[in-house]
T-cell receptor, first 114, second 116 residues
Framework: GAGVSQSPSNKVTEKGKDVELRCDPISGHTALYWYRQSLGQGLEFLIY????????KSGLPSDRFSAERTGGSVSTLTIQRTQQEDSAVYLC????????????FGSGTRLTVV | AQSVTQLGSHVSVSEGALVLLRCNYSSSVPPYLFWYVQYPNQGLQLLLK??????LVKGINGFEAEFKKSETSFHLTKPSAHMSDAAEYFC??????????????FGTGTKLQVIP
């Protein structure tokens, strides 16, 4: 596609429920990244994909968080048993090759856990 | 380890005035440096980057930044602010690209307000 697409744009969920966030990167971008942006905080790195594998998942905050990527394209970030502290904007980015070219970000999914 | 510090979470300037957003970095090797801009309800957009070569880099929308190794700084400037420049700006740092993956670390952001 022309840009990085994320869905849903907004998600309100009850504490304890599972949520899935989707990212559709730019066609041909082999690298995909998930970041979390909390109010007043910078961007917190979550996970990096190269193709379908995740060489760096060091930023996932707990085992409630998982992500996968299929076909070298779409990625899904899953949060199980959501907690209020999970409320944030989840940003996906993709890049062609390494970071030298800069990242192209999606508009994010705003997750609110009530 | 690498880190980036943005001085001032909020900056206000008058329309037509100089914009100066400060970024200092910490890196054990000569870094790559980036500035991104985020408009409300949008993702981040790359403004400019420094990798190697000329230390003064020009980006989109009239912004530029200068890599100063002696000061470990990469401040973002624009000679004359426009109302449309109101947004949040993020500085980012990474080790140089050695052909493999390198993690990019983002600052906490500076919100720029432009006063008419």
């Amino acid at each position: 596609g022309a840009g990085v697409s994320q869905s849903p744009s907004n998600k309100v969920t009850e504490k304890g429920k599972d949520v899935e966030l989707r990212c559709d990167p730019i066609s041909g971008h082999t690298a995909l990244y998930w970041y979390r942006q909390s109010l007043g905080q910078g961007l917190e790195f979550l996970i990096y994909f190269q193709g379908n594998s995740a060489p760096d998942k060091s930023g996932l905050p707990s085992d409630r968080f998982s992500a996968e990527r299929t076909g070298g394209s779409v990625s899904t970030l899953t949060i199980q048993r959501t907690q209020q502290e999970d409320s944030a904007v989840y940003l996906c980015a993709s890049s062609y090759g390494g970071h030298t070219y800069g990242y192209t970000f999606g508009s994010g999914t705003r997750l609110t856990v009530v | 380890a690498q880190s980036v510090t943005q001085l001032g979470s909020h900056v206000s300037v008058s329309e037509g005035a100089l914009v100066l957003l400060r970024c200092n970095y910490s890196s054990s090797v000569p870094p790559y440096l980036f500035w991104y801009v985020q408009y409300p309800n949008q993702g981040l957009q790359l403004l400019l980057k420094y990798t190697t070569g000329a230390t003064l880099v020009k980006g989109i929308n009239g912004f530029e930044a200068e890599f100063k190794k002696s000061e470990t700084s990469f401040h973002l400037t624009k000679p004359s602010a426009h109302m449309s420049d109101a947004a949040e700006y993020f500085c980012a740092v990474s080790p140089p690209n050695s052909g493999g993956y390198q993690k990019v670390t983002f600052g906490t952001g500076t919100k720029l307000q432009v006063i008419p």
